[in-house]
DNA sequence: TGCCTCACATACGGCTCGTATGTCAATAGG
DNA sequence: CCTATTGACATACGAGCCGTATGTGAGGCA
């Protein structure tokens, strides 16, 4: 179990780092977020950080992993817990728009993520939410419930959608409301993967 | 005509800077495009930039701006040239995933534009492309072809559905395969939005 | 006990943006 | 026609940031 204090401490920096990191660039953005201020916040200097990471976008990229594991654990539970496999795509869809809702994860996930690493499609987990869908969409294809459409082309769409509406409500004035014409959208245009209308 | 070489040589100015800062923002990403250097390309210095422009910010803003009437014009004049409101809809949005393969506009409209400028919904113009959409939309509920929807909602997401094609399509390998799978996804899906199946 | 490793801290250089100041041509006015 | 003023830039400067090269002191192994 002891595995000596310096890998115990080195890990806890990490941890650290990561986690000022989750606040500051959510909060300041990545681009207007201090190394110095950062490392100062967890009584730490810019040293640590360039010890422990590549360089300041090789720790967003493991805010990034962090957060984008989060968010596949989420989409899991929320599907396994559908009665059906097709309400639990629609579920996966409404659980990613409120997750968006999440200021982090519009910030760092939504915004500075893309712009800073690069298309999100090749993020290490391969983006795990799409992974998710796309697995969804595959099983309902084979029980002849959705058309035989391309597994990836439907998931990308569909999470694209998801995530346009999310921008929307949370950028809106009444997110409730919005939220649910947000949900109602993406369930008619879901739809029109189905074989047969509901 | 004549309106003195003053007024004529800032327009002269203004012009060469925005055309310079398409380029370098394009291929070097917005954060990493020197002004020094961009502005020296075109024989000028700092000083016109901050005198043209309230900051690098205030240029990617003008930048933005001149891109989305670009788009928005070839968004019209597709819709305008197909047989049907349904296609034309259909038609816009292989339009816009066409269009976002270009990298100048997926650099700054899709990934630099809303991480340094905020949400593209409340940008000047307010996006030209969704209200296009959005207009659309609203004739087509009229003419009983869609379903009540509503129609800010609906655009919102088949615009967010097409940018993800977008953005996948750029990043393949095959981009020609990809982009027909995407597209035939997004009809899929639009299809989702009538009132009865085609 | 003595040396070595390594997880940091410190110091430095180069670059960046934004502003404050300087300058010279173009215009307006008498 | 000559002068004064405006304004479109250029130049100079300060503050801050990132990344690296170097220093240092505490753990671990012999």
Not at 166 to 188: G, H, Q, S, Y
């Amino acid at each position: 179990m002891a595995k000596g204090k310096r890998a115990e401490a080195m890990a806890e920096s990490r941890a650290k780092l990561i986690g000022a990191a989750r606040k500051a660039f959510a909060t300041q953005g990545y681009a207007a977020a201090s190394m110095d201020e950062l490392t100062a916040s967890v009584g730490l200097t810019r040293g640590a950080l360039y010890h422990n990471f590549e360089d300041k976008k090789g720790l967003l990229w493991a805010v990034v992993e962090q957060i984008d594991g989060e968010m596949a654990e989420r989409l899991r539970t929320v599907r396994e817990q559908a009665p059906t496999l097709w309400q639990g795509l629609l579920a996966e869809g409404s659980a990613y728009i409120e997750m968006a809702l999440d200021p982090e994860i519009q910030r760092i996930m939504l915004l500075d993520g893309p712009a800073v690493l690069g298309d999100p499609s090749k993020w290490p987990g391969e983006n795990a939410c799409l992974e998710i869908t796309v697995r969804t969409i595959r099983s309902l294809i084979e029980q002849g419930i959705v058309k035989p459409v391309d597994v990836e082309a439907a998931g990308r769409l569909l999470n694209g959608a998801a995530l346009s509406a999310a921008l929307w409500v949370a950028a809106a004035d009444d997110p409730p409301d919005v939220l649910t014409k947000a949900i109602d959208a993406f369930r008619e245009l879901a739809s029109g993967l189905l074989r047969k209308a509901v």
